[in-house]
């Protein structure tokens, strides 16, 4: 590593074989973007084969570096490292290049295909992952390398190009990696001046270095892309300045070597076509047919023998470390598996049984940082944090340690007002391994950051969500800040769970269930009043797991069943009771995750609602859409059909029917 060695084959053919493969499949495919691969060919090289620490026979090696391709469009750069450096990425999967159930999908997919660290496709997120990425390789080294023992010691490299510094989300998420001086970073500038509306100098003019310069990021500027040496020397300066991130801004052309194509967006997203192909190979001299690569060529780019030789000298360092930190050891493999502590059931028992003792009314936001306070110092691996919102989300806790630059070992982030911003770095430390990251911000501004929300769930990661402020019970700050739709909209996105507890003990269950849940991410949405404390049986708190259950059964044979969520438990209850006072039966059914109640059994959805019952009603202080699948054709949901207004909160509760009387109305209909 770190050197240009000599090689049996030219460094411009060990680019071309990139190139060319990226051709090739873009050409099978019929569609896809070989400019940006033709571009950075060079840069790829330089780095993959002189500099990455990577091993493709074990790519969860928990010591290798990070790469990160944020113009995620560009994915059959990515694909041809991958196979060239000897991945479990066949050929044949590249000839496949885009088609159904191929592991070259048309962006890059986080645990389809091996060696793709993230999802990346929208853009400048990529590059936020990756400052995630260095944030928790930082974090983790500050916890567990003692002395010289280094067991994390690894860098993060992204490339990135126009379309992601225009991106708003670059900003945000390049200020803070400035501002935590996160100098295992180095950031790949294809400064090529083309996106898909053709030459950027009408719609892009920043001063791209100045500006990096003052987020406190170490700039070199204006590196030959396709000159070798050039890109070297940048990488070792790169790499020789830890005080900093670093950014590499690298002068290309787009679409090297196509006669006719280059320099324009002609190559950007779509086929060279066969004619430009064939004039692409006479240029560089490329005589191989389509998807040929000479023996010589491969064994100069295989990288398994120097990968494996990596991996095992850091197995060496890592026995000796185990043997004098032999605790410290064995949290850290535990951590990076993602498994949840020895005696993780047992305490959660404990838990649920304290809360389930009070019956004090308090906001969920209060509750949701009460259990913070009794897990956290038992789960080191959470990290915590908030978007400039902490004394209202309520997500630091009594031990909490701010990430700062004198103490980067602790456990709470202040992200600053960048929800877009916090949202995918988190994803990015999820995808480290090592944390669970959650996040709070008001319900609200969950718009801000939607797409990383949406990223999370598509890759499977264990992103914590936590949104406070949930309706328009936060009263006077108005329907600017009055979440209406966000709660159902988060809903409707495949792979998430939307929690919306209604007190202590539901608020704790679904912290628990978004902790044990490797294979996607969750949301706590939790109210700003205060909510009364619910009764319940062992049975009841072992249900809340299941998304939805029966809190209240007030006589036999329900005549109608009230369905609820969060604050509006409470108030169902109190309709209950007046409807039973009346001489009926009534279910009264919790329901803090709709999602998670789906995913169960159809023998145990019966259960809770029997379909034999079609007077059922669902209340719910947000947008309707989602329960109209629960109550069906003959039953009623009460929610937000619009933006509310700046007032007290129970003036609005009243206002827009939120109170027992206006219910009662509604549920005498239906008999």
């Not at 495919?29 to 691969?37: D, E, K, Q, R």
């Amino acid at each position: 590593m770190n050197s240009l060695s000599e090689t049996r084959v030219s460094r411009k053919e060990l680019a071309d074989a990139v190139r060319m493969l990226s051709i090739d499949a873009v050409e099978a495919a019929g569609s896809g973007h070989p400019g940006a691969p033709m571009g950075m060919a060079d840069i790829a090289e330089v780095l993959w084969r002189g500099h990455l620490k990577h091993n493709p026979k074990n790519p969860h090696w928990p010591d290798r570096d990070r790469f990160v391709l944020s113009n995620g469009h560009a994915s059959m750069l990515l694909y041809s490292l991958l196979h060239l450096s000897g991945y479990d990425l066949p050929i044949d999967e590249l000839k496949r290049f885009r088609q159904l159930d191929s592991k070259t999908p048309g962006h890059p997919e986080y645990r389809h295909t091996p060696g793709v660290e993230t999802t990346t496709g929208p853009l400048g997120q990529g590059f936020a992952n990756a400052v995630g990425f260095a944030l928790a390789e930082k974090i983790l080294a500050a916890q567990f390398n003692r002395g010289d023992h280094s067991i994390v010691d690894h860098r993060t490299y992204v490339f990135l190009g126009d379309g992601c510094m225009m991106e708003g989300i670059s900003h945000e998420a390049a200020s803070l990696a400035g501002t935590h001086q996160l100098g295992k970073l180095i950031a790949f500038y294809d400064d090529n001046q083309i996106s898909i509306d053709g030459d950027v100098s009408g719609w892009f003019s920043d001063d791209t270095p100045a500006r990096f310069r003052a987020y406190g990021w170490h700039v070199i500027e204006s590196v030959d892309g396709h000159d070798s040496g050039e890109i070297h020397r940048a990488i070792l300066e790169a790499k020789n300045d830890t005080s900093k991130p670093s950014l590499i801004c690298c002068k290309t052309r787009i679409g090297f070597g196509s006669p006719n194509k280059a320099g324009s967006h002609q190559c950007h997203g779509a086929p060279l076509g066969v004619e430009e192909t064939a004039e692409v190979r006479r240029e560089l001299n490329w005589p191989h047919p389509a998807f040929a690569i000479p023996d010589e060529i491969y064994q100069e780019w295989d990288a398994t023998d120097r990968g494996e030789l990596a991996e095992s000298e850091w197995s060496s360092h890592f026995h000796k470390y185990e043997k004098e930190f032999p605790e410290l050891a064995a949290e850290f493999i535990r951590r990076t598996r993602g498994e949840l502590p020895i005696g993780w059931e047992d305490a959660k028992k404990r838990y649920l049984a304290t809360f389930a003792e009070t019956d004090k009314a308090i906001a969920t936001r209060k509750c949701s940082q009460n259990v913070l306070d009794m897990m956290a110092d038992g789960l080191p691996e959470l990290l915590g944090g908030s978007a400039d919102l902490t004394p209202s989300n309520l997500t630091d806790w009594k031990t909490s340690q701010s990430i700062e630059l004198v103490s980067p070992g602790g456990n709470y982030m202040h992200y600053g007002v960048r929800e877009f911003g916090m949202a995918a770095v988190m994803n990015g430390i999820a995808l480290h391994s090592g944390f669970i990251p959650f996040g709070g911000t008001f319900l609200m501004f969950m718009e801000y950051s939607r797409n990383a929300v949406r990223m999370a769930a598509l890759m499977g990661i264990r992103t914590l969500f936590v949104y406070t402020h949930d309706s328009i019970g936060l009263g006077e700050d108005g329907p600017t800040h009055q979440p209406i739709e966000q709660t159902a909209s988060l809903r409707l996105i495949p792979n998430f769970e939307t929690w919306r507890p209604c007190d202590q003990v539901e608020t704790a269950q679904a912290w628990f269930c978004a902790l044990e849940r490797k294979d996607g991410p969750s949301a706590l949405v939790l109210s700003r009043q205060g909510l009364d404390q619910q009764p319940r049986t062992a049975s009841q708190i072992d249900n809340i797991s299941r998304g939805g259950y029966v809190l209240r059964e007030l006589g036999e044979n329900p005549e109608l069943i009230l369905i609820a969520t969060g604050s509006e438990v409470s108030l169902a209850g109190q309709v209950a009771e007046h409807i039973h006072r009346e001489g009926r039966s009534v279910r009264l059914v919790s329901m803090p995750c709709l999602e998670r109640f789906l995913s169960q059994d159809a023998e145990y959805q019966e259960a809770v609602l029997p379909a034999a019952v079609s007077r059922r009603v669902a209340i719910e202080c947000g947008e309707p859409t989602s329960w109209y699948r629960i109550v069906g054709s003959q039953g009623k949901v009460i929610g937000m059909n619009q933006f509310a207004k700046s007032a007290p909160a129970n003036e609005l509760f009243k206002a827009y029917g939120f109170t027992t009387e206006n219910i009662l109305e509604e549920v005498r209909d239906l008999f």
